[in-house]
Structures are given as structure tokens and as C-alpha cells.
């Protein structure tokens, strides 16, 4: 039996990821759990080194008030990359998390960063950097497609990216599903009671997929 996966990021990542999953053979069921909402924000009159951004979606908001010279510092490939489409030139990228990206910073002589995100994000440590953040956009929850529930009776794995998402889908879903989660962060969130859990081994798409299409067989 081949199970199919369960995405539940928000869109247009919902249907990357499903773009990847397909070119792996495996079938993918689309029911997002938030939608992106812009937020409106107010540019802070102090000049910063550079910027940073911890999301693809928060990359794909920000308006033109933002000089596109700026030097960039990003968490993952896929933030990196929609900068890159937003007209960014000058985009260092991390793997790992943001802590690790703004010590990148602070060891490359940044003495200031303005942090676009999201209305949820992760506390970081700033090493010792000034740090001022603008909330650009949140993800709102929103009802999910009747897909979800037809995923999860065949017994679909669920894609979690985030602790958000990982609390949300427990509480639709209750326990007994299978689950493949970013990283041993939105694990936790998801609590315990699961069939079967998998962790990707790189807070990554890619990663994340790779695993779960382990539990995606038998």
C-alpha cells in the first residue's frame, strides 16, 4: 500500500511542495490549514546594514519601499530564492536556523539588521546585534478543503513545517495518523499518540519529503 501525503502549508508553498512530491512518484493531496495575509507596516526611519528574513513568505511581501541593494541575510534555499525572484542581489543564506544566520552577521561586521517576518515566528538570540522587526504578513488559519478529511481516511501522511501547523493539525485531527515533520521542534508540537513520526533529517522540503515517503509505504 502507498500512502499519499497530506500538505498542509500555506499556499504558494502547497503547491511546491506537491510539485516535488509528484516528481518523486508520490501523490499529494493539497489542504492548506493558513492563508497569507500582507500586514501593514511602517518603515522604521533608522538606517540598517541589512535585512533579514526567515520565510519564503515574507520574502514574496515585501512592497517596493524596500531597496532591493540591500544585503540580505535568509534561512533556507527557498527564502533565498523567492528574494532572488523579489529583485534581491545580495542574498547569504543559512541552512540551519536564524540564530545561526545572524551570528553569520555579526562575524561578517553587521552591526544592525531589520528583521521582516511573520506575526508567527521563532525567538532568536540577536548576537548582539540592534535588531528591529516589522511584522509583514501572518498566517491565518482557515477551514480546510474537504480533501483533508478524505486524505486522512485513507490514511494519508501529514507534512508538518512548522509548530503551527503541527498544534493545528492535532487539534483537527486528533492522534492516530502518520506524521513527518521539518524538524524535532514541530515533532514536540504535535505531541504524542501518532501511529508512526518521522524527522526530517534538514529543516528542508526536500528532506522532509524524503522521509516521509518512507512512512508513505506500507
Known amino acids: 500500500m502507498t500512502r ?11 503547491d511546491a511542495t506537491a510539485k516535488r512530491a509528484a516528481a518523486m512518484g508520490l501523490e499529494a493531496i ?3 490549514l493558513f492563508r497569507i495575509i500582507p500586514r501593514d507596516w511602517i518603515l522604521p526611519d533608522a538606517s540598517f546594514d541589512a535585512l533579514l528574513v526567515t520565510s519564503a513568505n515574507a520574502a514574496r511581501a515585501i512592497d517596493s519601499r524596500v531597496d532591493r541593494a540591500l544585503p540580505v541575510y535568509a534561512v533556507g534555499a527557498p527564502t533565498r530564492a523567492a528574494l532572488l525572484d523579489a529583485g534581491f542581489t545580495d542574498v547569504a543564506a543559512g541552512e540551519s536556523d536564524v540564530t545561526e544566520i545572524v551570528k553569520q552577521a555579526a562575524a561578517e561586521g ?15 538570540e540577536p548576537a548582539e546585534l540592534r ?18 478529511a478524505e486524505a486522512l481516511e485513507r490514511g494519508a501522511v501529514a507534512l508538518l513545517h512548522s509548530a503551527r501547523a503541527a498544534r493545528r493539525f492535532r487539534a483537527l485531527a486528533e492522534t492516530g495518523h502518520r506524521i513527518a515533520a521539518i524538524s524535532p521542534a514541530v515533532l514536540a508540537a504535535a505531541g504524542t499518540g ?19 515517503a518512507q512512512l508513505c509505504q506500507g
Open 30 to 32: 493539497v489542504a492548506p
Open 4 to 14: 499519499p501525503l497530506l500538505i498542509l502549508r500555506p499556499q504558494p508553498g502547497a
Open 131 to 148: 535588531i528591529e522587526t516589522r511584522v509583514i504578513y501572518a498566517a491565518e488559519p482557515c477551514d480546510p478543503p474537504p480533501a483533508f
Open 194 to 212: 501518532w501511529t508512526a513520526t518521522a524527522v526530517a533529517a534538514r529543516p528542508t522540503d526536500e528532506a522532509l519529503l524524503a522521509v516521509a
Open 110 to 124: 553587521m552591526k544592525s539588521l531589520l528583521h521582516l517576518a511573520g506575526e508567527d515566528r521563532t525567538a532568536f
